[in-house]
């Protein structure tokens, strides 16, 4: 085969591209779990959590997640009257061990639980370089650890401090919402070990969700709605105070 | 827990982060790029001050300017290299990048300044020295100084 140095031009990059095709494969097939049929999100109820911090460290179990990191974590508020743009916030290794007992009696305290908020416009899938943390059609921000530069962009980008660099795979690493429980048909680790409740996991395109009886009925707001993330946990009766 | 020292304002909270923002990910290595970045920028400065405004004060430092830039210029990747958890994948940024991401495109702006601004304007500068280069070495540098030249060997002006 003689082949000229212009035909060698084309052909190169297109086998290059060619090869990338048969290196990415076909996705893996989930006969039982249709996409497009849920919109996942996350009801937190603030009076009802108690800062035990079953859902860290059930989420700790769940996903390996390593030391000194944490994929959701809890936050006490001390409030004191009049003063709520001040707030005390404290989170003992994530609230993992709960709380130490309260020493002032004035204001009023209350646990914020945090996690990854899976945004719908997420600014961390916008900075990141190569395309390895996606939105799933699903609505769950994920992130392909094999694609993953570890650069940290999108850990800077995270107007709520959810993502960190895994110490061993020097990749991103965050909340998945427990994908590979939600799509058998489980709730999520941290859901399912909350004693009272304060955690549910939503589907927001499922009519038969509580949710929507619940949005209808009560008060509920996002963290920092100022940047129009689209974030898809709920947080009921939230503070102004929470930052 | 971070200790009452460490007094980061949160919109009014003090004596605390989030606990997956106490480790800093981005930090002296990343520091370090736009340092570099910055020689680059000064002695392109200073190579442009001779050809484009003609300042003929600093015409003997031309080459040096230009020399210094590029040679800046391509160790500045590295402590950017350095800092990812994983250097071998960086050039997927380049092969896959994601259109909405600014680092992303910068690496097209910065592979634009390195080639079309630097190399190229370089290589227009040393041509006359390519050509006698070539008639000089032998073997395996003849050949790429022949390469470089791509193939003229006249030394006149005009050429």
């Given at each position: 085969m003689n082949l000229s140095r212009r035909q060698i031009l084309v052909l190169l990059p297109a086998a290059a591209v060619a090869w990338k095709y048969v290196l990415a494969d076909s996705p893996q097939s989930a006969p039982?779990?249709?996409?497009?049929d849920h919109w996942w999100g996350m009801l937190i109820d603030i009076p009802k959590c108690?800062?035990?911090g079953n859902c860290v460290r059930a989420c700790k179990a769940e996903n390996d997640v390593p030391d000194g990191f944490f994929r959701t974590w809890v936050e006490r508020y001390h409030v004191t009257d009049g003063n709520m743009t001040n707030p005390e916030v404290i989170s003992p290794d994530g609230g993992k061990e709960g709380f130490p007992a309260v020493?002032?009696?004035a204001g009023k305290y209350f646990y914020v639980p945090k996690l990854c908020?899976?945004?719908?416009?997420?600014p961390c899938t916008q900075v990141c370089p190569v395309g390895a943390t996606f939105v799933s059609p699903d609505g769950v921000v994920l992130v392909d650890p094999k694609y993953c530069?570890?650069?940290a962009y999108c850990v800077q980008a995270c107007p709520y401090g959810c993502r960190y660099i895994h110490?061993?795979?020097?990749v991103a690493d965050k909340c998945t919402l427990c994908y590979h429980r939600i799509t058998k048909g489980l709730t999520t680790a941290c859901c399912e070990s909350c004693p009272t409740g304060a955690r549910q996991l939503v589907?927001?395109?499922?009519?038969?969700?509580?949710i929507h009886a619940f949005l209808k009925t009560h008060s509920v707001q996002v963290l920092k709605?100022?940047?129009?993330?689209?974030?898809?946990v709920y947080y009921n009766d939230l503070d102004g105070s929470v930052r | 827990m971070a200790e009452s020292w460490e007094l980061v304002f949160m919109n009014g909270v003090?004596?605390?982060?989030y606990p997956n923002e106490?480790?800093?990910?981005?930090?002296v290595l990343i520091v370090l790029y736009p340092f570099i970045t910055g020689l680059v920028a000064g002695a392109f400065i200073l190579a442009s001050l001779e050809r484009?405004?003609?300042?003929?004060?600093?015409?003997?430092?031309y080459r040096l300017a230009l020399l210094t830039a590029l040679s800046f210029l391509i160790v500045a990747p590295l402590p950017l290299q350095l800092h990812?958890?994983?250097?071998?994948?960086?050039?997927e940024m380049y092969?896959?990048?994601?259109?909405?991401s600014a680092m992303a495109m910068f690496g097209y702006v910065y592979l634009w300044y390195l080639m079309a601004v630097l190399v190229f304007e370089i290589w227009l500068d040393y041509r006359r020295d390519i050509v006698l280069l070539a008639q000089r070495s032998r073997g395996l540098l003849r050949l790429v100084y022949r390469v470089m030249t791509l193939g003229i060997r006249c030394t006149s002006t005009s050429a």
């Open positions: 039982n779990y249709n996409m497009s108690i800062g035990c020493t002032e009696d908020n899976h945004c719908a416009d997420s530069l570890g650069c110490p061993e795979k020097k589907d927001l395109k499922n009519p038969k969700d509580p709605p100022q940047m129009a993330t689209g974030a898809k | 003090e004596g605390f982060m106490i480790e800093l990910h981005w930090s484009v405004f003609r300042v003929e004060a600093v015409k003997p430092t990812l958890g994983h250097p071998e994948r960086s050039p092969f896959t990048p994601h259109s909405t």
